[in-house]
């Protein structure tokens, strides 16, 4: 953060979250931003990732998800982030489940932005076509325990994909 946003006054970095603009006083926080993921399981079993088509983390692997919008919550964005990226809508998938949460830095011109994302589990119905759309590239189904962890797009995403192989193991 350089600049305040109301009145494009310099920021004065007080902590590591709070910032003081030089002109108008006003307080600034790097807060996270909020977002969702999803992760899809096919009928077969196999777990359904995309490819990043931009940058940032451009051809690494994705869950189906992205920022909030203003005036959603996490389940609203969810399945439109689920009709954005694959096409598919609320009927064409089962069992919505809440994983966890995760924290990551996402680069966006040229600062990394922190980001919180709750991540979701579902099923996909054996009828559903998911079609890549919007930043996705394209989809590809791994078995749980097949994952090429070099190619995730972020830590996070490593990490909430251990907490679902406890998961699946404890059942």
């Excluded at 600049?3 to 807060?31: H, I």
């Excluded at 964005?77 to 069992?95: H, M, P, Q, V």
């Excluded at 797009?153 to 699946?168: D, F, H, I, T, V």
């Amino acid at each position: 953060m350089k600049y305040c946003t109301r009145c494009g006054g310099e920021l004065l970095k007080q902590s590591a979250t709070k910032f003081v603009c030089t002109k108008c006083k006003r307080s600034q926080f790097r807060n996270p931003k909020g977002a969702v993921a999803i992760l899809l399981f096919t009928p077969e079993g196999k777990l359904l990732l995309a490819r990043r088509a931009r940058d940032p983390e451009k051809g690494k692997l994705d869950p189906v998800g992205g920022f909030l919008d203003v005036g959603e919550n996490f389940e609203q964005a969810l399945y439109r982030e689920l009709a954005e990226e694959t096409g598919l809508t609320k009927a064409d998938i089962a069992n919505v489940t809440y994983l966890g949460s995760a924290y990551d830095e996402y680069a966006w011109h040229d600062e990394d932005e922190p980001v919180v994302s709750a991540y979701f589990t579902a099923q996909l119905k054996p009828d559903a076509e998911p079609k890549p759309d919007d930043d996705v590239a394209s989809f590809e189904a791994f078995d749980i325990n097949d994952i090429p962890e070099d190619e995730l797009a972020w830590p996070g995403l490593s990490k909430m994909l251990e907490e679902l192989r406890k998961q699946l193991t404890n059942q």
